[in-house]
Protein backbone atom coordinates (compact mmCIF):
# COMPACT_ATOMS: atom_id res chain seq x y z
CA UNK A 1 0.00 0.00 0.00
CA UNK A 2 1.22 3.52 -0.85
CA UNK A 3 1.28 5.95 1.62
CA UNK A 4 -0.46 8.91 -0.63
CA UNK A 5 -3.59 6.41 -0.51
CA UNK A 6 -4.10 6.66 2.79
CA UNK A 7 -5.21 10.52 2.96
CA UNK A 8 -8.17 9.82 -0.14
CA UNK A 9 -9.12 6.01 1.86
CA UNK A 10 -9.42 8.77 5.29
CA UNK A 11 -11.68 11.11 2.95
CA UNK A 12 -13.86 8.19 2.21
CA UNK A 13 -14.19 7.11 5.21
CA UNK A 14 -14.89 10.18 6.45
CA UNK A 15 -17.86 10.76 4.14
CA UNK A 16 -19.23 6.88 4.99
CA UNK A 17 -19.10 8.18 8.60
CA UNK A 18 -21.05 11.16 7.74
CA UNK A 19 -23.51 9.32 5.63
CA UNK A 20 -24.66 6.36 7.74
CA UNK A 21 -26.47 6.93 10.87
CA UNK A 22 -30.66 6.52 12.36
CA UNK A 23 -31.21 8.94 9.27
CA UNK A 24 -28.76 7.76 6.31
CA UNK A 25 -27.68 9.96 3.91
CA UNK A 26 -26.60 9.63 0.41
CA UNK A 27 -22.86 10.79 -0.25
CA UNK A 28 -24.59 12.99 -2.63
CA UNK A 29 -26.56 14.52 0.52
CA UNK A 30 -23.05 15.62 1.88
CA UNK A 31 -21.27 17.14 -1.30
CA UNK A 32 -24.69 18.83 -2.13
CA UNK A 33 -24.78 20.38 1.93
CA UNK A 34 -21.18 21.33 1.60
CA UNK A 35 -21.66 22.96 -2.34
CA UNK A 36 -24.58 24.97 -0.37
CA UNK A 37 -22.74 25.89 2.41
CA UNK A 38 -19.89 27.54 0.55
CA UNK A 39 -22.71 29.46 -1.95
CA UNK A 40 -21.90 27.25 -5.12
CA UNK A 41 -25.25 25.58 -5.46
CA UNK A 42 -28.73 26.34 -4.02
CA UNK A 43 -30.85 24.18 -1.56
CA UNK A 44 -34.24 24.74 0.08
CA UNK A 45 -33.64 26.18 3.50
CA UNK A 46 -35.90 23.16 5.03
CA UNK A 47 -33.63 20.38 3.82
CA UNK A 48 -30.14 23.11 4.52
CA UNK A 49 -31.07 22.96 7.99
CA UNK A 50 -32.21 19.30 8.03
CA UNK A 51 -28.66 18.29 6.35
CA UNK A 52 -26.50 21.00 8.79
CA UNK A 53 -28.34 19.45 12.06
CA UNK A 54 -27.30 15.80 10.99
CA UNK A 55 -24.04 16.22 9.20
CA UNK A 56 -22.34 19.39 11.10
CA UNK A 57 -24.38 19.01 14.79
CA UNK A 58 -24.37 15.55 15.01
CA UNK A 59 -22.23 13.59 13.55
CA UNK A 60 -19.12 15.65 12.46
CA UNK A 61 -17.89 16.40 16.06
CA UNK A 62 -17.74 12.58 16.69
CA UNK A 63 -16.09 11.98 13.20
CA UNK A 64 -13.51 14.55 13.72
CA UNK A 65 -12.78 13.13 17.19
CA UNK A 66 -12.79 9.62 16.36
CA UNK A 67 -9.98 11.19 13.76
CA UNK A 68 -7.98 12.74 16.12
CA UNK A 69 -7.92 10.25 19.01
CA UNK A 70 -7.23 6.96 16.48
CA UNK A 71 -4.31 9.32 14.87
CA UNK A 72 -2.86 10.09 18.33
CA UNK A 73 -3.38 6.84 19.74
CA UNK A 74 -1.57 5.22 16.85
CA UNK A 75 0.95 7.09 16.35
CA UNK A 76 1.83 6.94 20.04
CA UNK A 77 1.95 3.48 20.19
CA UNK A 78 4.44 3.39 16.99
CA UNK A 79 6.50 5.67 18.63
CA UNK A 80 7.01 3.63 22.29
CA UNK A 81 7.19 0.58 20.22
CA UNK A 82 10.07 2.36 18.32
CA UNK A 83 11.65 3.99 21.34
CA UNK A 84 11.40 0.81 23.29
CA UNK A 85 12.72 -1.71 20.28
CA UNK A 86 9.47 -3.57 21.37
CA UNK A 87 6.54 -4.35 19.63
CA UNK A 88 4.27 -5.12 22.21
CA UNK A 89 4.72 -1.71 23.74
CA UNK A 90 1.65 0.58 23.33
CA UNK A 91 0.60 3.98 24.86
CA UNK A 92 0.25 1.98 29.11
CA UNK A 93 3.58 1.05 28.98
CA UNK A 94 4.37 3.94 31.12
CA UNK A 95 1.13 4.21 32.75
CA UNK A 96 -0.36 6.63 30.56
CA UNK A 97 -3.76 5.16 30.44
CA UNK A 98 -3.63 3.60 34.19
CA UNK A 99 -3.13 7.29 35.30
CA UNK A 100 -5.70 9.07 33.35
CA UNK A 101 -7.95 6.15 33.92
CA UNK A 102 -8.04 7.28 37.63
CA UNK A 103 -8.00 10.96 36.88
CA UNK A 104 -11.15 10.27 35.07
CA UNK A 105 -12.53 8.37 38.05
CA UNK A 106 -11.73 11.12 40.62
CA UNK A 107 -13.15 14.03 38.55
CA UNK A 108 -16.35 11.85 38.12
CA UNK A 109 -16.40 11.07 42.15
CA UNK A 110 -15.68 14.91 43.42
CA UNK A 111 -17.12 16.93 41.09
CA UNK A 112 -19.09 14.71 37.88
CA UNK A 113 -18.63 18.35 35.74
CA UNK A 114 -16.92 16.53 32.23
CA UNK A 115 -14.73 19.90 32.33
CA UNK A 116 -13.11 18.63 35.40
CA UNK A 117 -12.99 14.98 34.58
CA UNK A 118 -11.35 15.71 31.25
CA UNK A 119 -8.47 17.95 33.18
CA UNK A 120 -8.19 15.21 35.66
CA UNK A 121 -7.87 12.05 33.32
CA UNK A 122 -5.24 14.97 31.35
CA UNK A 123 -3.56 16.10 34.66
CA UNK A 124 -2.95 12.24 35.94
CA UNK A 125 -1.75 10.84 33.18
CA UNK A 126 1.23 13.26 32.75
CA UNK A 127 1.58 12.20 36.64
CA UNK A 128 1.32 9.08 35.92
CA UNK A 129 4.48 8.92 33.24
CA UNK A 130 6.39 11.20 35.47
CA UNK A 131 6.29 8.85 38.45
CA UNK A 132 6.77 6.16 36.04
CA UNK A 133 10.34 7.88 35.00
CA UNK A 134 11.50 8.93 38.63
CA UNK A 135 10.95 4.89 39.81
CA UNK A 136 13.57 4.31 36.89
CA UNK A 137 15.58 6.66 37.98
CA UNK A 138 15.79 5.25 41.63
CA UNK A 139 17.85 2.53 40.00
CA UNK A 140 20.62 4.68 38.39
CA UNK A 141 21.15 6.12 35.21
CA UNK A 142 17.49 5.18 33.67
CA UNK A 143 17.61 2.07 30.38
CA UNK A 144 14.97 1.01 28.18
CA UNK A 145 14.18 -1.74 30.81
CA UNK A 146 14.43 0.47 33.90
CA UNK A 147 11.78 2.95 32.41
CA UNK A 148 9.82 0.26 31.08
CA UNK A 149 9.90 -1.48 34.72
CA UNK A 150 8.86 2.07 35.94
CA UNK A 151 5.76 2.23 33.99
CA UNK A 152 4.59 -1.06 35.10
CA UNK A 153 5.02 -0.21 38.53
CA UNK A 154 3.18 3.53 37.87
CA UNK A 155 0.44 1.91 35.91
CA UNK A 156 -0.13 -0.70 38.31
CA UNK A 157 -0.18 1.93 41.46
CA UNK A 158 -3.06 3.79 39.74
CA UNK A 159 -4.69 0.97 38.91
CA UNK A 160 -4.73 0.26 42.22
CA UNK A 161 -5.93 3.77 43.11
CA UNK A 162 -8.58 3.22 39.97
CA UNK A 163 -10.08 0.64 42.31
CA UNK A 164 -10.10 2.60 45.40
CA UNK A 165 -12.36 5.13 43.85
CA UNK A 166 -14.27 2.61 42.34
CA UNK A 167 -14.71 1.02 46.00
CA UNK A 168 -15.54 4.51 47.49
CA UNK A 169 -18.22 5.79 44.34
CA UNK A 170 -21.72 5.60 44.51
CA UNK A 171 -22.93 2.49 43.30
CA UNK A 172 -26.11 3.95 42.04
CA UNK A 173 -24.84 7.21 40.32
CA UNK A 174 -21.28 7.47 40.45
CA UNK A 175 -19.96 3.57 39.40
CA UNK A 176 -21.76 2.89 36.65
CA UNK A 177 -20.24 6.64 35.07
CA UNK A 178 -16.85 5.56 35.66
CA UNK A 179 -17.41 1.64 33.99
CA UNK A 180 -18.43 3.40 31.40
CA UNK A 181 -16.49 6.13 31.29
CA UNK A 182 -13.68 3.67 31.16
CA UNK A 183 -15.36 1.74 28.42
CA UNK A 184 -14.53 4.67 25.75
CA UNK A 185 -17.51 6.86 23.49
CA UNK A 186 -17.46 9.61 21.47
CA UNK A 187 -21.09 10.57 22.74
CA UNK A 188 -20.46 14.04 24.43
CA UNK A 189 -17.48 15.14 22.52
CA UNK A 190 -18.66 18.53 20.93
CA UNK A 191 -16.72 20.62 18.77
CA UNK A 192 -15.98 23.34 21.33
CA UNK A 193 -14.20 20.31 23.16
CA UNK A 194 -12.60 19.85 19.81
CA UNK A 195 -11.28 23.21 19.48
CA UNK A 196 -9.34 23.20 22.45
CA UNK A 197 -8.10 19.49 22.30
CA UNK A 198 -7.54 19.50 18.34
CA UNK A 199 -3.95 21.80 18.55
CA UNK A 200 -2.01 20.30 20.35
CA UNK A 201 -2.64 16.57 19.58
CA UNK A 202 -2.29 17.76 15.97
CA UNK A 203 0.95 19.55 16.80
CA UNK A 204 2.23 16.18 19.13
CA UNK A 205 1.38 13.87 15.92
CA UNK A 206 3.30 16.13 13.68
CA UNK A 207 6.28 16.37 16.48
CA UNK A 208 6.27 12.10 16.34
CA UNK A 209 5.81 12.08 12.61
CA UNK A 210 8.92 14.13 12.03
CA UNK A 211 11.02 12.30 14.62
CA UNK A 212 11.27 9.37 12.49
CA UNK A 213 14.42 9.48 10.71
CA UNK A 214 15.59 9.85 14.43
CA UNK A 215 14.21 6.83 15.92
CA UNK A 216 16.01 5.44 12.69
CA UNK A 217 18.91 6.21 14.01
CA UNK A 218 18.39 5.44 17.72
CA UNK A 219 16.76 1.43 16.31
CA UNK A 220 20.67 0.77 15.38
CA UNK A 221 21.54 1.61 18.66
CA UNK A 222 22.53 4.82 21.03
CA UNK A 223 25.93 4.43 20.05
CA UNK A 224 25.58 4.41 16.07
CA UNK A 225 22.79 6.97 16.80
CA UNK A 226 25.27 9.63 18.28
CA UNK A 227 27.66 8.89 15.58
CA UNK A 228 25.37 10.10 13.20
CA UNK A 229 24.96 13.40 15.20
CA UNK A 230 21.51 12.50 16.77
CA UNK A 231 20.82 13.50 20.26
CA UNK A 232 19.63 10.25 21.61
CA UNK A 233 18.68 11.03 25.23
CA UNK A 234 16.54 14.13 24.18
CA UNK A 235 15.24 12.47 21.00
CA UNK A 236 13.93 9.54 23.23
CA UNK A 237 12.47 11.50 26.28
CA UNK A 238 11.07 14.46 23.87
CA UNK A 239 9.39 11.59 21.75
CA UNK A 240 8.20 10.01 25.34
CA UNK A 241 6.73 13.13 26.30
CA UNK A 242 4.97 14.22 22.88
CA UNK A 243 3.36 10.71 22.84
CA UNK A 244 1.74 10.91 26.23
CA UNK A 245 0.57 14.06 25.95
CA UNK A 246 -1.45 12.77 23.13
CA UNK A 247 -2.43 10.00 24.29
CA UNK A 248 -3.79 11.87 27.92
CA UNK A 249 -5.39 14.05 25.61
CA UNK A 250 -7.28 10.81 23.92
CA UNK A 251 -8.52 9.49 27.26
CA UNK A 252 -9.12 13.46 28.53
CA UNK A 253 -11.56 13.35 25.48
CA UNK A 254 -13.69 9.95 25.54
CA UNK A 255 -12.16 7.29 28.02
CA UNK A 256 -10.48 4.52 27.97
CA UNK A 257 -9.74 3.02 24.15
CA UNK A 258 -7.56 -0.07 23.85
CA UNK A 259 -5.45 -2.06 20.88
CA UNK A 260 -5.49 0.84 18.93
CA UNK A 261 -1.68 1.97 19.99
CA UNK A 262 -0.83 -1.50 19.58
CA UNK A 263 -2.28 -3.37 16.27
CA UNK A 264 -2.91 -0.59 14.35
CA UNK A 265 1.08 0.08 14.39
CA UNK A 266 1.78 -3.58 13.28
CA UNK A 267 -1.07 -2.91 10.59
CA UNK A 268 1.01 -0.22 9.28
CA UNK A 269 4.16 -1.90 9.72
CA UNK A 270 3.09 -4.74 7.61
CA UNK A 271 1.90 -1.92 5.19
CA UNK A 272 4.36 0.37 5.07
CA UNK A 273 7.53 -1.16 6.07
CA UNK A 274 9.59 -0.67 9.45
CA UNK A 275 11.09 2.49 8.68
CA UNK A 276 9.89 4.98 11.26
CA UNK A 277 9.78 8.13 8.88
CA UNK A 278 7.07 6.31 6.82
CA UNK A 279 5.48 4.38 9.42
CA UNK A 280 4.51 6.93 11.93
CA UNK A 281 2.27 9.74 9.49
CA UNK A 282 0.70 5.70 8.25
CA UNK A 283 0.19 4.68 11.51
CA UNK A 284 -1.77 7.78 12.20
CA UNK A 285 -3.64 7.88 9.10
CA UNK A 286 -4.54 4.24 9.53
CA UNK A 287 -5.55 5.42 13.53
CA UNK A 288 -7.56 7.97 12.14
CA UNK A 289 -9.15 5.29 9.30
CA UNK A 290 -9.55 2.18 11.88
CA UNK A 291 -11.38 4.41 14.40
CA UNK A 292 -13.64 6.11 12.36
CA UNK A 293 -14.93 2.88 10.94
CA UNK A 294 -15.10 1.27 14.42
CA UNK A 295 -17.14 4.59 15.69
CA UNK A 296 -19.52 3.54 12.47
CA UNK A 297 -19.95 0.09 14.08
CA UNK A 298 -20.98 1.49 17.61
CA UNK A 299 -23.25 3.41 17.02
CA UNK A 300 -25.31 1.59 14.23
CA UNK A 301 -24.85 -2.32 14.65
CA UNK A 302 -27.49 -2.43 17.24
CA UNK A 303 -30.18 0.41 18.21
CA UNK A 304 -28.29 1.29 21.67
CA UNK A 305 -25.04 2.44 20.78
CA UNK A 306 -22.03 0.49 21.81
CA UNK A 307 -19.40 1.81 23.88
CA UNK A 308 -16.40 2.37 21.72
CA UNK A 309 -13.64 0.82 23.85
CA UNK A 310 -15.86 -2.37 23.17
CA UNK A 311 -16.11 -2.52 19.63
CA UNK A 312 -12.15 -1.89 19.57
CA UNK A 313 -11.53 -4.72 21.55
CA UNK A 314 -13.62 -6.91 19.39
CA UNK A 315 -11.80 -6.07 16.17
CA UNK A 316 -8.34 -5.54 17.92
CA UNK A 317 -7.99 -9.04 18.97
CA UNK A 318 -8.71 -10.94 15.53
CA UNK A 319 -6.77 -8.39 14.06
CA UNK A 320 -3.95 -8.88 16.34
CA UNK A 321 -4.04 -12.63 15.96
CA UNK A 322 -3.84 -11.96 12.02
CA UNK A 323 -0.72 -10.08 12.14
CA UNK A 324 0.70 -11.73 14.75
CA UNK A 325 1.59 -14.50 12.31
CA UNK A 326 3.87 -11.77 9.87
CA UNK A 327 4.48 -9.82 12.21
CA UNK A 328 8.05 -11.31 13.17
CA UNK A 329 8.90 -10.70 9.14
CA UNK A 330 7.91 -7.05 9.58
CA UNK A 331 10.00 -6.40 12.45
CA UNK A 332 13.10 -8.28 10.96
Not at 52 to 62: A, D, G, Q, S, T
Not at 94 to 119: E, M, P
Not at 171 to 195: N, T
Request: hydrophobic share 60%; proline share 5%.
Amino acid sequence: MRLALLPFLLLAVVVLALSVGRYPLAPADIFAYLGAALGLVALPPERFDLLHNLIVEIRLPRVLAAGLIGAALSASGASFQAVFRNPLVSPGILGVLGGAGFGAALGILLSGDFLTIQLSAFAMGLVAVGVGVIVANLFGAASMVTLVLGGMISGALFTSALSLVKYAADPYDQLPAIVYWMMGSLGAVDLKQLRGAALPILAGVGALALAGRALDALSMGDDEARSLGVPVHLTRYGVIAAATLVSSLSVSLAGMIGWVGLVVPHVARLAIGPTNSRLLPASALLGAIFLIAADCVARNITRAEIPIGVVTELLGIPAFILVLGRGRRAWA
